[in-house]
């Protein structure tokens, strides 16, 4: 077989030391723990404490463990794409900063942002890279310091997000495994739904702007919760009806994790039984966009040569989408 597809080779993750519980919140915020874990399934978050790191320093951690594990020379990558919707600092390249630090020397690389579907958005992008035939390595990570974002004081969003980091290494495959088909969709609609309001060149950053506590995430919890367990669900259903594949062709779900209850109605519409349906929120909470790497990076060791996996996110914007991959390695 000549055809060129794009399969996942290795995979690293990172997350920090420090465990923010939810007894921990309850101590900051007006909740407690039966609350959050009842409507999100999330019992605690990883947060880098240290303010002199900022997402790099994840994203980083994460390449180096994958560096470490598949024993790659970094002067071999051609390309690393950071996914990320908390980059260092505007205008400069976090991912230009973490191809320098890791050696990657050789690649190069830019930022993709598309909130929750970042990495996600990464995959179809790493793999076109890959199908073309001009690259062989491309480096796709996926990581978030949500924290930098975070209001502590509004309990709507401080219990859901945490801070980490995942990455993949695409390379060709000539076996037909890989990435097989994607549905990718967004709608401007979810402008104002979840959205950081100043920051930006509309609302640059100003003494009001930050008087007025305008540069912390903020979200219309319902809203976006409607439409994530729509469109996650929907487009997971429809990658399998487009490949004619049934539940039982479907090996794992690999879901973003942003609440359990969406997970669930992904999992409920692909008629999947939860053995199937891989989840880590419980530990991590929403990590944006290292969602799916730290997925795949706790459930390596689960995967098999040629499992079909499904994969499904949704993220402010909105956007979201799924993709259908075929593994390419079993797990050393």
Known sequence: MNTIT??????????????????ILETMVDTNDEWITSRTGIKERRILKDDSKGTSFLAIQAAQD????????????DLLIMATATADMPVASTGAYV?????????????????CSSFLYGMSTAAAYIQSGRYKKVLLIGADKMSSIVDYKDRSTCIIFGDGAGAVLFEPNFEGLGLQDE???????????????????????????????????????????????????????????????????????????????IIDATASRMNLEESKVLMNIERYGNTTSATLPL???????????????????????????????????DAK
Do not use: C
Request: proline fraction near 2%.
């Open 183 to 261: 549905y990718l969709r967004s709608d401007g609609i979810g402008r104002d739904f979840l959205k950081i309001d100043a920051g930006g060149s509309l609302n640059p950053t100003s003494i009001d702007t930050l008087n007025e506590g305008r540069h912390s995430i903020v979200q219309d919890g319902k809203t976006v919760f409607k439409y994530a367990v729509t469109n996650m669900a929907d487009a997971s259903e429809l990658i399998l009806k487009r490949n004619n594949l049934t539940n039982q062709d479907v090996d794992w779900l690999v879901p973003h994790q942003a609440n359990k209850r």
């Open 6 to 23: 794009a399969a996942i080779t290795a995979v690293g993750s990172y997350v920090p030391d420090f465990i923010l519980t939810n007894k």
């Open 66 to 77: 994958l560096i470490a594990k598949s024993g790659i020379d970094p002067l071999e990558i």
């Open 295 to 329: 997925v795949l990076s706790d459930f390596e060791h689960k995967f098999k040569k040629g499992d079909t996996v499904i994969f499904a996110a949704f993220g402010g914007g909105f956007t979201w989408g799924s993709i259908y991959l075929k593994w390419a390695y």
């Open 99 to 115: 191809a320098t630090k890791i050696g990657a020397t050789n690649a190069f690389a830019y930022d993709l942002q598309a909130a």
